[in-house]
């Protein structure tokens, strides 16, 4: 069962620290038509054509109707072709592609939030992004994320003067407190 991500309201990403991160790509969204994805209603050898065309070793499936499915992966195909003799290529030929798909998936719905992109990347190499109605709209994957993390490390000390909040502290509370007892003094 695909599982949607939420994760409520929880915001410890700073507000300058995520206008870095998505400086250089608002959405990270990698759209639906440059993704490579497969049909669950195909032949398991037309999941296997596409793979290996695509050079990607799991891909989205999807159903006729443009609403993500799953995924298959290399993996699952070379399974699917073991016999007790060795590999059997035709084997692919008599399942289709929704017999050997995982329908177990972390899934991201519009609009796209980067606390659960960066969390579920972590586990993932990458996540398929739907609209409400659970209509395909494209995936989200490490590489993209990490390019707006390299830009975020690049750019964060050009643009602001970080201070160190443990040394800074007790400097600042002194001063807060000295202020308090001059004004107690007036
Ligand atoms: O064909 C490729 N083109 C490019 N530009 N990079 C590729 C290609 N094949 C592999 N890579 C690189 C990427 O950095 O190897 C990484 C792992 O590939 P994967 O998992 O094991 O096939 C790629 O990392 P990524 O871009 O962060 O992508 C993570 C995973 O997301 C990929 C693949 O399962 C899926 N994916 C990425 N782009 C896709 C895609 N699936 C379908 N269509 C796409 N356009």
């Known amino acids: 069962m695909n599982e949607q991500i ?15 991160l998505l400086e250089a ?3 990270f969204l990698i759209t639906d038509e440059k993704v490579a994805y497969v049909q669950d209603n195909h032949p398991a050898s037309h999941a ?6 695509a050079g990607y070793s799991k891909i989205p499936v999807l159903d006729q109707d443009n609403k993500f499915k799953g995924f298959i992966s290399l993996n699952h195909l070379t399974k699917a072709m073991f016999t007790v003799d060795g590999i059997d290529p035709d084997r692919l030929s008599e399942v289709c592609v929704a017999d050997l798909m ?10 796209l939030d980067i ?29 993209e994320v990490l390019k707006a993390v390299n830009h975020l490390m690049h750019s964060l000390e050009q643009r602001y003067e970080l201070i160190q ?3 800074e502290a007790p400097q600042l509370l002194a001063w807060l407190q000295e202020a308090q007892e001059k004004e107690k003094e007036q």
């Open 115 to 143: 606390e659960d992109i960066l969390h579920e990347l972590v586990d993932h190499p990458f996540l398929p992004v739907v609209d409400e109605a659970g209509y395909f709209k494209g995936i989200v994957t490490r590489r």
């Open 25 to 27: 790509d608002a959405s």
């Open 102 to 111: 995982d329908q177990d998936a972390e899934i991201l719905v519009l609009p």
């Open 48 to 53: 296997f054509l596409i793979l290996s065309q």
């Open 6 to 20: 939420k994760r409520g309201s929880i915001n410890m990403i700073g507000p300058r620290v995520k206008a870095l």
């Open 165 to 167: 909040i443990e040394e």
